[in-house]
């Protein structure tokens, strides 16, 4: 008998911001003790494999700079000078300073900002109920999903697609614009087995050679931000050499004429001056899938991290159809299957009790809202009061500069709920300590698969930190609203009612079952009945004013960006930071393998893997410069400039330079993080945050 089976194991789901939300098998060893994490065998998405980071989250839940009691700020703000307090005096506190700015400014001076350091709904969205209740500012999360969502939606019309799991029945995986090897490992694991079984073809799309593009057969580099016109001339060879399949285009698709016209002019020629490739590797790539009827199109977020992001993922999202892959098992196009839940969460979030003439803020702009950006107010008070949780957006966030400005501010009071002392937490006035996944109960849904997993409580948490519901109620009490609807109910019935009105049963019964598989059927989930759109077809014609998507802004805040610059059909369009005389350089800001956004930056482990924050840039881009290996080296744009030890990598093009992140502020010399040089205006058209679109300069520091 194995070590493993001979300890006690309780199953749960990992609660990161990933789309495997993988199914877990976590040793307890005793009643607040864990040893290792892995991937259920039984969930047949998962498959028994999880990220390295995650198997080790003993080194998370036991680490020994864990807050573990309620701190009052006692000298100036950022100084780390902080008095113990008790849970009643800490919420005392925040409660009375939240009712003396509404006293001062109304209601919408408080904003309470959260995201998603943990995706359990009832943990994550149950701020909302305290939002809507005491009516503040509204929050238009735009961060994360915004650009690759509306793309999608422009050609698809709905958010699914062919069940994931098919990866491996697939003839070809194209794995475009995500590093799963680092961010989803399960997408890797089932392209992988197709290539065993099937002696399927992996081809993987992305910015550099990272630990994907490591396991391809065809790997293929470009430029950031020209996914679109790759997309544009693979279309372009697929009509020339007769690849498309023009039965299936007549009856899936609004204007196949009209593309095959406009992409007359959209040649291998004109994409390679683009994107950095060759002619003959976008002639390859497109010979290849449009002679693989099985080609499965694996569609990341990264990629769309472009001012043109939007742009991108439609243009990808379109080659499935131009080849009719859609139509055969192990083929299609997938990003995410996010709308396929249909979760009724009003009673968590007590929508019924939302105001529409309440504003909402934009949660990407959070550093033009703390400074008062008039843009970004929407003709309301200033922001003077907030409550934070599950984000670090002093770190994570777009223009850092400002964002600290912001929470610097002596007007602003701020409670950030807590696991570790995070540059957030640094700049709080109150800091409570929270839980962790394993020590509350939650339930979680996966829009890179098909499951609604039970996290059920299996340890108890050290003396002192208290569950996101636990502080949700008991400001609702001290803030007058806890008669309200939705108040006064655990996090278990939360669940069973959530599950009980989508007929899935109750937290007993999920418990019992660990997951539910929602997978829609065949037809649906490969748009044979049709796609979202009102008439059923693919749109070629992309309505960027009129699409509905799951993250568009509401109607108060508008559209954003250069919208009258979105093209019709697919294609390139610059609106990103051009690289200039000034600014010769493109950044990205990619994941790094053992962060996660910028959780996992205080374990051990992942810290010492990682190394020191670096920036890669071609050797020969860095002979130009003078630079050496190790040097260090300072970038910067009109937003800021920080210092970077160089690490040439020759797997990149020229021109290209990638900071792999999000390292905590505290680890950069000048204790100014990567985000300094990240934009915070909104795209075109729904909004999102363009962490991968910088122009910017170097030099030797």
């Known amino acids: 008998m194995n070590q493993h089976a001979k300890l006690r194991i309780g199953h749960s789901a990992c609660p990161h911001d990933c789309p495997s939300t993988c199914a877990l098998e976590v040793e307890l060893l005793d009643g607040n003790r864990i040893g290792r994490v892995h991937g259920a065998k039984a969930n047949t998405y998962t498959s028994g494999v999880v990220c390295a980071k995650v198997a080790r989250y003993a080194d998370r839940v036991h680490h020994p700079d864990r807050l573990l009691k309620p701190l009052i700020r006692a000298g100036a703000k950022g100084d780390g000078v902080w008095q113990e307090a008790s849970w009643e005096a800490a919420l005392d506190l925040v409660a009375e300073r939240f009712i003396a700015a509404e006293d001062k400014y109304g209601s919408e001076t408080v904003w309470p900002y959260f995201y998603a350091g943990t995706m359990g709904l009832v943990q994550r969205d149950g701020i909302d109920r305290l939002r809507h209740a005491k009516k503040y500012s509204g929050f238009f999360g735009s961060i994360c999903t915004n650009l690759a969502w509306t793309g999608w939606m422009m050609g698809a019309g709905a958010l699914r697609g062919p069940d994931p799991r098919e990866m491996a029945k697939s003839d070809c995986v194209v794995i475009w614009g995500t590093n799963a090897v680092v961010t989803q490992v399960n997408v890797i694991t089932h392209a992988i087995k197709a290539r065993k079984e099937r002696g399927a073809k992996i081809v993987v799309i992305d910015v550099y050679e990272n630990a994907t593009m490591k396991q391809a057969d065809m790997g293929l580099v470009l430029k950031p931000g020209t996914d679109g016109a790759l997309a544009c001339a693979v279309m372009h060879v697929l009509f020339r050499e007769g690849l498309a399949d023009r039965a299936y285009l007549e009856k899936y698709t609004d204007d196949p004429k009209g593309l095959e016209e406009h992409l007359r002019t959209r040649t291998p020629e004109w994409a390679a ?43 990808a999202s379109c080659i499935a159809a131009v080849t009719g892959s859609w139509q055969y098992e192990g083929g299609g196009a997938f990003h995410s299957n996010s709308g396929i839940f249909k979760l009724n969460q009003e009673v968590l979030e007590g929508t019924r009790m939302r105001d529409p003439s309440i504003r909402y803020l934009d949660h990407s702009r959070i550093g033009p809202v703390l400074t008062g950006a008039g843009d970004a107010l929407y003709g309301g008070p200033p922001v003077t009061a907030m409550l934070i949780q599950n984000t670090n957006p002093v770190n994570v966030a777009p223009e850092q500069r400002l964002v600290k400005q912001g929470f610097l501010r002596d007007d602003l009071f701020t409670c950030v709920h807590e696991q570790f002392m995070t540059d957030t937490a640094r700049l709080a006035d109150v800091v409570l300590p929270a839980t962790m996944f394993l020590e509350h109960d939650d339930v979680y849904k996966g829009g890179g698969n098909q499951h609604i997993t039970l996290g059920p409580k299996l340890i108890e948490p050290p003396e002192g930190p208290r569950t996101n519901h636990f502080v949700i109620e008991q400001l609702a009490e001290r803030l007058g609203v806890a008669d309200r609807p939705g108040f006064g109910l655990t996090e278990q019935q939360h669940i069973d009612i959530i599950l009980g009105k989508r007929g899935l049963g109750s937290f007993d019964s999920l418990k019992e079952q660990k997951w539910v598989d929602l997978q829609p059927d065949f037809e649906a989930a490969h748009f044979i009945n049709g796609f979202g759109h009102a008439d059923g077809k693919f749109r070629f014609r992309a309505d960027w004013t009129g699409q509905s998507a799951p993250n568009r802004p509401p109607k108060s805040m508008g559209l954003f960006g250069p919208v009258e610059r979105l093209p019709e059909f697919p294609d390139h369009v610059d609106l990103i930071e051009v690289a200039d005389e000034a600014h010769p350089f493109r950044l990205t800001t990619s994941p790094a393998r053992n962060f996660l956004n910028s959780t996992f930056a205080e374990t051990p482990v992942s810290k010492e893997k990682e190394g020191r924050p670096a920036l890669l840039l071609h050797p020969d881009d860095a002979a130009d410069l003078g630079l050496a290996d190790g040097d260090r080296v300072e970038v910067g744009n009109p937003r800021g400039e920080l210092v970077l030890h160089a690490k040439f990598f020759d797997g990149i093009k020229r021109g290209v330079v990638i900071a792999e992140g999000i390292w905590p502020n505290s680890a950069h010399e000048r204790g100014e993080g990567i985000n300094v040089l990240t934009g915070a205006d909104a795209p075109a058209p729904y909004g999102g945050a363009a962490f991968h679109d910088n ?7």
Do not use: C, D, P
């Open 695 to 701: 122009k910017v300069w170097l030099r030797k520091a």
């Open 273 to 315: 001056q683009i994107t950095g490739l060759s002619v003959a590797e976008i002639e390859a790539f497109a010979r290849l899938v449009g002679t693989t009827r099985k080609t499965y199109f694996r569609l990341g977020y990264g990629f769309a991290r472009q001012r043109n992001g939007a742009v991108n993922m439609h243009a």
